[in-house]
């Protein structure tokens, strides 16, 4: 790209978020925030207080909470080995799972519940 291509299209990026800003600054839900932001940054300046001190007033416990702690970890348990036996074959298969590729033909071959009642564990 050249400079002056490059120049034109950070100078319309520009020209945007300056429409941005100025429609932002007559938004007066901005305004409110602004004000108490103020207002509060004086109070605490007047008390002598910082943000973090009014946070642990609130929330006593914010400090001590890490977020691995929020959040345990639990262990899944191991899945039970399944036995289905074919009586037609003899054929043993053993899975944890249904996504065995043999147990799958066996169900579309004999039918899922058919197939089931094959299951000897």
Not at 45 to 71: K, M, T, W
Not at 93 to 110: C, S, V
């Amino acid at each position: 790209m050249s400079r002056l291509a490059e120049f034109r299209k950070l100078e319309q990026q520009l020209a945007e978020q300056l429409a941005e800003l100025e429609s932002m600054k007559s938004d007066s839900g901005l305004k409110a925030e602004m004000e108490f932001e103020s207002k509060l940054r004086a109070l605490l300046g007047e008390y002598g207080f910082s943000l973090q001190n009014v946070i642990s007033l609130l929330d006593p416990h914010a400090g001590r909470r890490s977020p691995v702690a929020a959040a345990p970890k639990t262990v899944r348990k191991a899945r039970d080995v399944k036995i289905y036996k074919n009586p037609n074959s003899g054929e043993l298969i053993e899975t944890k799972g249904g996504n065995h590729r043999h147990l799958k033909e066996w169900k579309a071959e004999f039918g899922a519940d058919i197939v089931e009642s094959w299951r000897i564990q």
